[in-house]
């Protein structure tokens, strides 16, 4: 119910020495509940967000601000970008498909 109460989410991970953003969870559930996602360019979360979301470079402030406003502004925007979300989670996101992903991934592993 959380999350459907926003009109966006940003996830503005910073890398670090010893860290960057694995994959951003948050991201997912945001977009599973079709909220638009803004999110760094830190580790995974543009993989994560493909093109369901809008990606500014990390310490951008100027450009995480323009994509804020931009989808104030256009809720033409902020709809597709909620569609596309949903969409990109329900395809790649869901229980099965990660369990089937995993599965992949092991069984390449035990033929080699």
Same mark, same amino acid.
């Given at each position: 119910?959380?999350? =459907?109460? &926003? #009109?966006?989410?940003?996830?503005?991970?910073?890398?670090?020495?010893?860290?960057?953003?694995?994959?951003? =969870? $948050?991201?997912?559930?945001?977009?599973?509940?079709?909220?638009?996602? $803004?999110?760094? #360019?830190?580790?995974?979360?543009?993989?994560?967000?493909?093109?369901?979301? &809008?990606?500014?470079?990390?310490?951008?402030?100027?450009?995480?601000?323009?994509?804020?406003?931009? &989808?104030?502004?256009?809720?033409?925007?902020?709809?597709?970008?909620?569609?596309?979300?949903?969409?990109?989670?329900?395809?790649?996101?869901?229980?099965?498909? $990660?369990?089937?992903?995993?599965?992949? $991934?092991?069984?390449?592993?035990?033929?080699?």
């Amino acid at each position: 119910a959380y999350y =459907r109460q &926003l #009109d966006v989410l940003v996830v503005p991970s910073r890398t670090r020495p010893n860290w960057k953003e694995q994959f951003g =969870r $948050v991201a997912v559930e945001a977009m599973a509940c079709g909220v638009p996602v $803004v999110g760094s #360019d830190s580790g995974e979360i543009p993989h994560v967000l493909g093109d369901a979301g &809008l990606i500014f470079a990390e310490d951008d402030v100027a450009a995480l601000g323009g994509h804020l406003v931009r &989808l104030m502004q256009d809720a033409g925007l902020r709809a597709e970008l909620a569609g596309k979300g949903r969409r990109r989670v329900l395809e790649h996101y869901t229980q099965a498909r $990660v369990a089937a992903d995993t599965y992949e $991934v092991y069984r390449g592993i035990i033929a080699q």
